[in-house]
C-alpha cells in the first residue's frame, strides 16, 4: 500500500482547487495529493465536480484559482501542461476513439507523431498493448465494428500506447451494457496491479473495494470524505457518504 | 369531318413547330452543322480548366479562412467573419469585372483572361467553402478534440489526422454542390472574352442567327459536364465512406 504520503513527494497535487462554470461552482477549494503508484477512486453523485476535477489534472478544464502540480509541473498555463502532458493518460466515458481510422491507427497515431516512432515500432508497440487487453485480433477493424466493452478496451490501449505514468478514468463503464462492465474492469483491475497510478472516477464499488488504496467521496463540489477505501465503506464518517453507498448498493 | 378538322390541326402546329425550329445549324450529320457542334465543343476544355483550378484554389482558400473562424482569439474570428461577409456580398459577374478591369488600374497588375477569371471564380467561392469548412469542422465532437488531446497531437496534428479527415467526408456533398455551382458560375467568364462554351455559343448565335438551338446545345452541354461532376462526387463518398461501414 501506498497511501503513506509524507513519505514519497506527490506526483499529483492539488490545493485549494476551485472552477466555476459561469455562475456554478464545479469545485470549491479541492486539496487532494496522489503519490507515485498510487490508485484513487472518486464517487460522488452526478454533478459532484468529480469529471471536472480529473479533467483539471490535465487542463481539459482550465481550474480558476489554486495551485495543481503534476509531476513536478505547476499547471499554469497551456505551455506548461505541454511539458507533462505526455505524462497523463486519460480514458472517457464515450471511449472517443476516432472512428475513421482502424484500430491499430488509432493506437499508432499518438506513438508515431509524438513519441517519434518508426512504424514499425509503433506497430509493435500497439500490438503489445492490443495483446494486454485481449483484442488484438481486431486489430484491423474499425472502432464501430467493435462492440462497446472492447471499444473502452481499446481506449484504454490507446492511452497505454504513450506509456503515461499517471492514467485518468471518467466513468469508463457508464455507457457500457452491464455485460461488458465485467471486461473493462478485469483490464483495470490488471493494470493497477502493474503499479500505474490511476485516478479513477466510478460508480463500480465492488472494483473500488477491490483496487482503490483511497477512496475520495465528492459532493457538491467538495471532497466530503478520503481515506483507505476498507475503511471508509466499513465506516462512513459523513452522513452524506453513507446515504450514497446505500443508494448504489441497493440499486 | 371531325377527323379532318384534327387532321388539319396537327398539320398546322408541325409546321408551325418546324418553322420555329431549325435543328440544320447542329445537325451532325451535315459538314457545316457537325463543324458547329465541334466549334461549341472546342470551349469545353476551358470551361473544365478554369472550373477545376478555381476550386482546387478555393478549396485550399476556404480552408486557411475557416481556420481561424473557429479559433478562441477573437482577433481571428474578426478576419475570418469581415473576410466571409465582404467577398461574400459581391456578385460573382461584378467581381470577374472588377478583377479583370480594376485590379491592372489599382495595382499595375494584369491577368490574363483566364486567370482573372480564375482568381475571380475562387474568390467568390473561398467564402462559401470557409462556411461549409467551418460547419463541418464544428460538427465534429468535443470529445475527439480531447483525445486527441490526450494523446499529445498538436493542434495541426490534430487537424490533419483526426479532426479534417472526419470532416471533409461530412461536408463532400456541400463540396459536390460548390463544384457544380463552379461549373456554372464560369460561363460569366465569356464577359470577359474567355473563349469557354457560353462564349463559343454566343459567337455562334451571331453568326448563325439561330439562339434556340444553339443554346439549347449549351444546355446540354452543362448538363453532360454536371452530371459527370455529380457521379463523380458521388464516387469519391462511397469511396470514403467505404471504409466506415
Known amino acids: ?251 | 369531318m371531325k377527323n379532318l378538322l384534327i387532321l388539319g390541326t396537327s398539320l398546322f402546329l408541325l409546321s408551325g413547330c418546324s418553322g420555329n425550329w431549325g435543328w440544320y445549324v447542329v445537325d451532325p450529320t451535315t459538314p457545316s452543322g457537325f463543324n458547329n457542334l465541334k466549334f461549341m465543343a472546342s470551349g469545353a476544355i476551358y470551361t473544365i480548366q478554369m472550373s477545376l483550378t478555381a476550386i482546387a484554389i478555393s478549396v485550399v482558400v476556404g480552408l486557411l479562412v475557416a481556420l481561424p473562424g473557429l479559433s478562441e482569439k477573437r482577433g481571428w474570428r474578426v478576419f475570418n467573419r469581415t473576410y466571409v461577409e465582404i467577398v461574400r456580398a459581391v456578385p460573382v459577374l461584378v467581381l470577374i469585372l472588377w478583377v479583370y478591369y480594376g485590379l491592372p488600374a489599382i495595382t499595375g497588375i494584369t491577368l490574363g483572361v483566364f486567370w482573372a477569371g480564375v482568381f475571380a471564380l475562387a474568390l467568390s467561392d473561398s467564402a462559401f467553402q470557409a462556411e461549409i469548412f467551418r460547419a463541418g469542422i464544428q460538427s465534429i465532437g468535443r470529445g475527439q478534440y480531447e483525445a486527441a488531446q490526450s494523446i499529445s497531437l498538436n493542434y495541426r496534428d490534430t487537424m490533419r489526422y483526426v479532426i479534417l479527415p472526419q470532416a471533409i467526408r461530412r461536408i463532400l456533398p456541400a463540396l459536390g454542390n460548390q463544384f457544380v455551382y463552379m461549373l456554372k458560375m464560369s460561363s460569366l467568364v465569356s464577359v470577359i472574352g474567355m473563349q469557354e462554351l457560353t462564349r463559343k455559343a454566343n459567337e455562334l448565335v451571331v453568326a448563325e442567327y439561330r439562339p434556340l438551338e444553339i443554346y439549347t446545345i449549351l444546355v446540354l452541354e452543362y448538363l453532360v459536364l454536371i452530371l459527370i461532376v455529380s457521379a463523380g462526387v458521388r464516387w469519391l463518398e462511397r469511396r470514403l465512406m467505404g471504409d466506415e461501414v
Open chain 1, 1 to 251: 500500500m501506498t497511501t503513506s504520503q509524507t513519505e514519497t513527494k506527490p506526483i499529483i497535487s492539488m490545493e485549494n482547487v476551485s472552477k466555476h462554470f459561469g455562475d456554478f461552482q464545479a469545485l470549491k477549494n479541492v486539496n487532494l495529493d496522489v503519490a507515485l503508484g498510487e490508485r484513487v477512486v472518486v464517487c460522488g453523485p452526478s454533478g459532484s465536480g468529480k469529471s471536472t476535477l480529473i479533467r483539471c489534472i490535465n487542463r481539459l478544464e482550465r481550474h480558476d484559482a489554486g495551485r495543481i502540480t503534476v509531476d513536478g509541473t505547476e499547471l499554469t498555463n497551456d505551455a506548461a501542461m505541454e511539458k507533462v502532458r505526455g505524462s497523463v493518460g486519460m480514458v472517457f466515458q464515450q471511449f472517443n476513439l476516432f472512428p475513421h481510422l482502424t484500430i491499430l491507427e488509432n493506437l499508432c497515431l499518438g506513438p508515431r507523431r509524438v513519441l517519434g516512432l518508426s512504424p514499425k515500432d509503433a506497430r509493435d508497440r500497439a500490438l503489445t498493448y492490443l495483446e494486454r487487453v485481449q483484442i488484438r485480433d481486431q486489430a484491423d477493424k474499425y472502432p464501430r465494428q467493435l462492440s462497446g466493452g472492447q471499444q473502452q478496451r481499446v481506449a484504454i490501449a490507446r492511452s497505454l500506447c504513450m506509456e503515461p505514468r499517471i492514467l485518468l478514468f471518467d466513468e469508463p463503464t457508464s455507457a457500457l451494457d452491464p455485460e461488458m462492465i465485467a471486461e473493462v474492469l478485469e483490464v483495470m483491475t490488471e493494470l493497477a496491479g502493474s503499479g500505474m497510478t490511476m485516478i479513477v472516477v466510478t460508480h463500480e464499488m465492488g472494483f473500488a473495494r477491490r483496487v482503490a488504496d483511497r477512496m475520495v467521496f465528492m459532493d457538491q463540489g467538495e471532497i466530503v470524505e478520503v481515506g483507505p477505501a476498507e475503511e471508509v465503506f466499513s465506516a462512513p464518517k459523513s452522513k452524506r457518504f453513507a446515504q450514497f453507498i446505500n443508494q448504489i448498493l441497493n440499486h
